[in-house]
């Protein structure tokens, strides 16, 4: 099973929108609404962001946002700022072994 | 709150073992699943494997099976994580992560365990 698919990097201007895609196959995003997203700022373990696709935890901003489409998931943030700075990677169970695979990370960077 | 703390670095020999330990706090400790992630310097996530607190049932990712030993202890509430024949590749921070429950996400990570190959 290999990693999900993402850009290895995106950037935009403060206050601008970025979208991730997360591409993977019918054995994992396409057939399972277990899809999470996970911010890593330098040096920090990671954190949740999203979980079942679209939902925010508690205390994550409504600034990030994701969605589905078959294969591909997508997070979304808008209003982007120099604190969103990081590293994200999407997660997606599998039900195979192994019984998840993470996306290849994205970095964020805020010009 | 919720908490799940490591053990502090370690520093072993190529064919050596390392076990991690990853203490919860702040949760029923058998109502939850706990994973184990690494991430090798300047390299993305990689899942390792899942265990139940409550029963011991692991299920580990096919590249680590016959090397990773999942375990938990109750009575200390704390999980531990042993990798064996270690090679240069295994050099990464290891971290535990906790299960949401319902929607297989990873909500609540140990702050790392930085595990150093040398020869």
């Known amino acids: 099973q290999s990693a999900l698919t993402q850009p290895a990097s995106v950037s935009a201007s403060p206050g601008q929108s970025v979208t991730i895609s997360c591409s993977g196959t019918?054995?994992?995003?396409?057939?399972?609404?277990?899809v999470s997203w996970y911010q890593q700022l330098p040096g920090k373990a990671p954190k949740l962001i999203i979980f079942g696709v679209v939902n925010r935890p508690s205390g994550v901003s409504d600034r990030f946002s994701a969605s589905k489409s078959g294969n591909t998931a997508s997070l979304t943030i808008s209003g982007l700022q120099t604190e969103d700075e990081g590293d994200y990677y999407c997660?997606?169970?599998?039900?195979?072994?192994?019984?998840?695979?993470f996306g290849s990370g994205t970095k964020v960077t805020v010009l | 709150q919720v908490q799940l703390v490591q053990s502090g670095a370690e520093v072993k020999r190529t064919g050596a073992s390392v076990k991690v330990s990853c203490k919860a706090s702040g949760y029923t400790f058998t109502s939850y699943h706990v994973h184990w992630v690494r991430q090798a310097p300047g390299q993305g996530l990689e899942w390792m494997g899942i265990?139940?607190?409550?029963?011991?049932?692991?299920n580990i990712a096919q590249k680590f099976q016959g090397r990773v030993t999942m375990t938990s202890d109750t009575s200390t509430t704390t999980m531990y994580m042993e990798l064996s024949s270690l090679t240069f590749q295994d050099m990464a921070v290891y971290y535990c992560?906790?299960?949401?429950?319902?929607?297989?996400?990873?909500?609540?990570w140990g702050q790392g365990t930085r595990v150093t190959v040398s020869s």
């Open positions: 992560a906790k299960d949401r429950g319902t929607t297989s996400a990873f909500d609540v």
């Open positions: 019918s054995s994992d995003i396409g057939s399972y609404n277990y």
């Open positions: 997660i997606s169970f599998t039900g195979d072994n192994p019984r998840y695979v």
């Open positions: 265990i139940s607190p409550t029963d011991g049932y692991t």
